[in-house]
């Protein structure tokens, strides 16, 4: 066996020295030292050689392992130099040429501002939730006080899951206020951002798939100053300066009193394109959590009240952005995509 050890070590020196590349090499090191290798069948016959003989013959096998991974790695880095060498000395080999440069993606506008949003909000106290985006006619619909033949189902026509389960592509980021209701004992503040889809035409200011941001916070003597605060200090955050606000009444089933939220047209002072010409653009559905929702999520409505709000975050995107056209953020084109 010693002998076989020695004749095995003479072979593989030859066999490693003459390797021409470093595949080549790649193969002899699995023949010699791998799972099935030559030293591996030397290790196996151990066992039934004669006790006497078998510490010598494990340690020359191992001093052997250890000796050919070190000329492996010696002859690697030979051929490997060789190659720079070659590769030097061909008449196109330019040094100074300037790296190519690796391709780096980016963030999608959406998600920027996203993250600004969340940013503002986390440090204001608020939790980010998620909602699945597949949710319950419940959730979506039945538990915001919009039940099965209610006009508001019409506002919001969506589709509709065949299979039963009473599945919706959720139309917008709303339910996450039940399904928070329901989990917890007030007080708390919560936002959620996420994807909601719609049966829409398009065009440039309306796609079947866009976001929202949903706010909702309940507690002891929530009022509604604390909502329109909330979201002045919030555009204040977003543009880098106080904005005119201006409060209508607004219905939302889910909300009493409910009112929607203008902002003056932060890019002109008489009427541009992205207000239509009003100096107002709208930004915000709010109100005060409706008794009904409170109820269908168990919260004490004698203790505790609630706002909440809910606005696009595509339009918001095109304001602070300056973009012209919705479909853009769906349309996975990286001409657009590249320069964020
Ligand atoms: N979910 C409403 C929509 O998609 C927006 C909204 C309005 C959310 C008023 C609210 C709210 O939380 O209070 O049109």
């Known amino acids: 066996m010693e002998e076989r050890i020695g004749q095995l070590g003479t072979e593989a020196r030859g066999r490693i020295e003459g390797a021409a590349d470093a595949e080549a090499l790649k193969t002899i090191e699995r023949e010699l030292l791998g799972k099935q290798g030559v030293l591996a069948e030397v290790l196996a016959s151990i066992p039934g050689l004669e006790p006497a003989e078998r510490p010598l013959v494990g340690r020359l096998a191992n001093e052997l392992k250890c000796e050919l991974l070190g000329s492996l790695a010696a002859r690697r880095e030979a051929l490997d130099q060789e190659r720079l060498a070659t590769d030097r000395a061909c008449d196109d080999f330019d040094p100074t040429l300037p790296a190519r440069r690796a391709v780096r993606g980016s963030l999608h506008p959406i998600t920027r501002v996203r993250?600004?949003?969340?940013?503002?909000?986390?440090?204001?106290?608020?939790?980010?939730?998620?909602?699945?985006?597949?949710?319950?006619?419940?959730?979506?619909?039945?538990?915001?006080?919009?039940?099965?033949?209610?006009?508001?189902?019409?506002m919001q026509d969506t589709f509709?899951?065949?299979?039963?389960?009473?599945?919706?592509?959720?139309?917008?980021t709303s339910p996450v206020q039940v399904r928070?209701?329901?989990?917890?004992?007030?007080?708390?503040?919560?936002v959620?951002?996420?994807?909601?889809?719609?049966?829409?035409?398009?065009?440039?200011?309306?796609?079947?798939t866009f976001h929202q941001v949903e706010g909702l916070v309940v507690g002891e003597d929530v009022t509604a100053g604390h909502l329109i605060g909330t979201l002045r200090a919030l555009l204040a955050r977003l543009f880098g300066r106080e904005l005119d606000t201006r409060l209508r009444p607004g219905y939302f089933p889910?909300?009493?009193?409910?009112?929607?939220?203008?902002?003056?047209?932060?890019?002109?002072?008489?009427?541009?394109?992205?207000?239509?010409?009003?100096?107002?653009?709208?930004?915000?559905?709010?109100?005060?959590v409706h008794p009904?929702?409170?109820?269908?999520?168990?919260?004490?409505?004698?203790?505790?009240?609630?706002?909440?709000?809910?606005?696009?975050?595509?339009?918001?995107?095109?304001?602070?952005?300056?973009?012209?056209?919705?479909?853009?953020?769906?349309?996975?084109?990286?001409?657009?995509?590249?320069?964020?």
């Open 192 to 208: 959620s951002v996420g994807r909601v889809f719609r049966k829409e035409e398009q065009d440039a200011t309306h796609d079947h």
């Open 160 to 172: 509709y899951c065949t299979g039963g389960g009473n599945l919706v592509m959720r139309t917008h």
């Open 180 to 190: 928070t209701m329901e989990r917890a004992e007030p007080p708390y503040r919560v």
């Open 115 to 154: 993250r600004k949003v969340e940013d503002v909000f986390t440090s204001m106290g608020y939790s980010i939730l998620e909602g699945p985006q597949v949710e319950l006619d419940y959730y979506n619909f039945q538990a915001l006080n919009i039940p099965a033949d209610h006009p508001a189902r019409e």
């Open 254 to 288: 889910f909300v009493e009193p409910g009112f929607e939220l203008d902002v003056r047209c932060p890019f002109c002072e008489d009427g541009c394109r992205v207000c239509s010409r009003t100096t107002w653009i709208e930004f915000c559905g709010l109100g005060m």
């Open 292 to 340: 009904r929702v409170f109820a269908a999520s168990d919260v004490d409505a004698e203790r505790y009240t609630g706002f909440a709000f809910g606005f696009g975050l595509d339009r918001l995107t095109m304001m602070l952005l300056g973009i012209d056209d919705v479909r853009h953020f769906m349309a996975g084109d990286l001409r657009f995509l590249e320069q964020f």
